[in-house]
């Protein structure tokens, strides 16, 4: 099961700007929770970190973890934008799964954040 503990962060090296930072993971996997077979996407995680960012291999870490889950694209999307919102605390983030055709049909699911005003 993912688990946000396995996040690390690394001071932001410019807090004084806003600048994007995007990773993509163009093999994620999970499973289908009523069939249990494996779904194939790509996450697109987009942020303007504030204070910290993520260590990307503590990010692969965590996207492998949801290998072995049943979990629907809906749910696995705001898991991952929640968790890293969570540790993070960013400025701005933009979470994007896009999903390998399965009976015809594929499926792009989108979840944002953006940090309140002060």
Known sequence: MSDKTILE??????????????????????MCP???????????????????CV?????KFYFNAFRNEGIFYEAVTNRILDDLVAV???RKMEVVTQWKPRGG???VIT????KPSA
């Not at 962060?9 to 999970?30: G, K, L, M, Q």
């Not at 260590?55 to 990010?59: A, F, G, I, N």
């Not at 979840?111 to 953006?114: H, I, K, L, M």
């Open 9 to 30: 962060t690394f001071p932001n090296p410019a807090t004084d700007r806003d600048y994007v930072i995007e990773h993509v993971s163009p093999e994620f996997t999970s």
């Open 34 to 52: 009523k069939t249990g077979q494996p779904d194939f996407g790509e996450v697109r995680v987009s942020y303007v970190a504030d204070e910290v």
């Open 55 to 59: 260590e990307l291999k503590s990010l």
């Open 88 to 90: 993070l605390s960013p």
């Open 105 to 107: 049909l594929s499926s």
């Open 111 to 114: 979840a944002s954040y953006e």
